[in-house]
């Protein structure tokens, strides 16, 4: 075999190596930008949620401090 067909062999694999490589590339680019838009809801809802339970924590607080004002005022 000449050293031209042994060359143009590993060029055609190369070739080969590098259009599966850059197919794999796009694949994995797609996950990651999906995995970050989840990660955007996730934290969305996250945000969401401490939001409503910080109200929750507020109102029991304004609550708690109005019974304590009515109980010295009885008193």
Known sequence: MKESDEL???IKK???ALKKAKKENTTLRDE???LWAMMDEI???DIEN???I???IEK???V???MVTKKKALA
Do not use: P
């Open 32 to 34: 990651v930008d999906s």
């Open 14 to 16: 190369a070739a080969e």
């Open 64 to 66: 708690r401090s109005l």
């Open 50 to 52: 401490w939001s409503s």
């Open 54 to 56: 910080l109200e929750d």
């Open 8 to 10: 143009e062999k590993q």
């Open 60 to 62: 029991d607080v304004l």
């Open 43 to 45: 934290t969305k809802s």
